[in-house]
């Protein structure tokens, strides 16, 4: 019984080292990574890349080699594979859409900052971080407010106006975050 326990032992040992080995060179290493998102800089002509400022496209690339990563583990298997470049598009091409739902990557294109400087909701010379944190907020009262995507494009449309819902959660969102308080003058038409 003691000879059944000790090589059973020996044997589940053996099993979690070559586990162990297998999974810590499933890791990328950075070269590999970098190399990857090299090849990403090929696909900056594409409508929703092209107006991406570097530090956001850095952005992208890394959930790009991230998702290829997890699918991947192993960097020779991916770059070895036939097709490889159809596959990195997939991708590409996946995380464009993922990042098309409304979340803070949508508003930031259909809502640009320098658009928002010269409207006076945000101040000049924000981070990356800090506009990405913008965003953010902006994209949840989106969608904690809107039921649907076409109730989302309605109110784009219809957003002709300071007081607009729209410009109500930029501003409150640019107050939240950056203390910056926002004054709406009304003006009133009378005939």
Do not use: H
């Amino acid at each position: 019984m003691r000879k059944f326990l000790l090589s059973t032992f020996v044997l589940a040992l053996a099993v979690c080292m070559v586990v162990g080995c297998s999974k810590r060179q499933e890791r990328w290493s950075e070269k590999e990574r970098a190399e990857l998102r090299g090849e990403l800089d090929a696909y900056r002509e594409m409508a929703y890349l092209d107006n991406l400022a570097e530090q956001e496209f850095d952005d992208f690339s890394y959930d790009v080699v991230d998702a290829v990563e997890v699918d991947y583990p192993v960097y020779t298997t991916f770059v070895e594979m036939p097709g490889r470049g159809d596959t990195l598009e997939v991708y590409v091409v996946s995380t464009i859409v993922e990042e098309l739902r409304a979340n803070a990557n949508n508003m930031r294109n259909i809502y640009p900052y320098p658009e928002l400087v010269a409207d006076g909701i945000l101040p000049p010379g924000l981070s990356s971080r800090e506009q990405r944190a913008f965003y953010e907020c902006f994209a949840d009262k989106v969608d904690n407010y809107y039921t649907s995507v076409a109730d989302f494009f309605n109110a784009i449309l219809a957003d002709t106006v300071p007081t607009s819902k729209m410009s109500q959660f930029q501003r409150a969102c640019a107050s939240n975050l950056f203390d910056w308080v926002i004054e709406v003058d009304e003006v009133v038409i009378t005939d």
